[in-house]
């Protein structure tokens, strides 16, 4: 997989710097063409000569290389070399860049040039114990591995510090062979479809101030768009209220209640290639909103009664009026599942839909895995294995990819 691969190497101020150069002689021994960019403070590890010695290349430090003698190359290095790797790989990936990654800041060459890259993006973060495991660090993991990043967890052992637990650098063999997993699934066969999909929950007003919703956190429909950008489609992402990132190269469409959603579902369906529903949608909203805020009339316990009507079934009617795009439904289940979840799929003539099951440990509402079983129109029933929601969407655009050919 890596042979005549374009690798940019990321290399941060960690002591696991001094082990980098293994990494690039490894690259290249696979047959890959490796370009290194190393942020100032990792050059109190390892020279940037030795790693310019390895990788045949030039290596670039700093986010105004001053060997670029030609003004306007040092300011468009980062775009030419985003726009010409197949893979990113940070490492060693300090706290310090996580945090950086996490909130979109560019003040040294790899950071800004993880902004620019096209291509996926692997982490590998390599600290101290108690650095690693402070909550301020794994929230900074939480939100790249949302934004779509493929994070390779630390190895246990002796640290530098003399501490002994998670945060070695894996070994180098590890490495070569999760980048090259990651070259293995990072297609481009999604070039020039259009793709909608729909995410998070739908909010059904009761008045000014409450309403009726569901904890949907929209992190699957997210992770679906953000693969199918990186594929090469474009991306059409329809999202209720959430707190995630809009993934790269993706028109977001902010809405709030069921009728929003069917409002922009239908207007976007018309010219789409393939439409994939992960919207947890509200099946029933208040008959009657009130103008102003309902008032607790007594201290007693008094039941309230509000009247719900059904909203309009936004996947039955894409089903309906539209027969020419690729159609995929998710159904969430506590009992039943898969009878209730083949029901859905034969009466909505969907091409498959993903199942998952409530309640079930690792898979679920704000969950970063899932754990989903894909049931095709001819009646195939696939299981997957617990992964992260953005291999689980990558599963599923596998499978939209092979109907649209």
């Not at 890959?32 to 430090?61: G, Q, Y």
């Not at 800041?105 to 600290?127: E, F, G, H, N």
């Not at 530098?160 to 490495?175: F, Q, W, Y």
């Not at 003539?349 to 049931?375: C, M, P, R």
Request: net charge positive; aromatic share 4%.
């Amino acid at each position: 997989m890596l042979k005549n691969k374009h690798i940019v190497l990321g290399v941060t101020g960690g002591i696991a710097a001094y082990k980098i150069p293994l990494l690039v002689r490894e690259f290249r021994k696979a047959g890959a063409d490796v370009r290194v960019v190393m942020s100032e403070a990792a050059c109190e590890f390892v020279t940037p000569l030795t790693l310019s010695t390895l990788s045949n290349n030039e290596v670039i430090v700093g986010t105004f290389p001053k060997t670029l003698a030609n003004v306007l190359d040092a300011k468009t290095w980062h775009i030419k070399l985003g726009q010409w790797a197949d893979v990113m790989l940070v490492a060693p990936a300090t706290a310090n860049i996580l945090a950086k990654l996490a909130n979109g800041l560019s003040d040294d060459a790899v950071s800004t040039l993880a902004l620019a890259v096209r291509c996926p993006l692997v982490i590998s973060p390599t600290m101290d114990l108690d650095m690693w495991q402070h909550a301020a660090t794994q929230k900074n993991v939480t939100v790249l591995q949302e934004m779509g990043y493929v994070v390779i967890p630390p190895d246990d052992g002796e640290l530098a510090s003399g501490l002994v637990g998670p945060g070695r650098l894996p070994e180098i063999g590890n490495i070569v062979d999760a980048v090259a997993a990651v070259l293995s699934t990072a297609r481009r066969d999604l070039v020039g479809k259009k793709i909608v999909v729909t995410a998070g929950p739908t909010y059904e007003p009761i008045d000014p101030v409450r309403f009726i919703g569901n904890r949907s956190s929209g992190k699957t429909g997210f992770a679906l768009a953000n693969a199918a950008a990186q594929r090469g489609a474009q991306v059409t992402l329809i999202t209720g209220r959430t707190h995630l990132p809009t993934p790269k190269f993706v028109k977001r469409i902010d809405v709030e209640t069921a009728s929003q959603m069917y409002q922009a579902v239908m207007k976007y369906q018309r010219s789409a290639d393939a439409i994939i529903m992960a919207a947890a949608v509200a099946d029933y909203t208040p008959a009657y909103v009130s103008s102003k805020k309902i008032k607790k009339e007594s201290s007693r316990e008094v039941a309230l009664s509000i009247e719900l009507i059904t909203t309009k079934d936004i996947l039955r009617e894409v089903s309906l009026k539209n027969k020419k795009s690729v159609l995929v439904g998710f159904a969430l289940e506590t009992d039943h599942a898969v009878t209730n979840a083949k029901k859905k799929l034969k009466e909505k003539k969907l091409d498959f839909i993903v199942l998952n099951q409530a309640g079930k440990e690792g898979s679920g509402f704000d969950s970063d895995t899932n754990i989903v079983t894909i049931i095709a129109r001819n009646g195939k029933i696939e299981k997957l294995k617990k992964m992260m929601k953005y291999s689980v969407a990558q599963e599923i655009l596998n499978r939209v990819s092979k109907l649209l050919k």
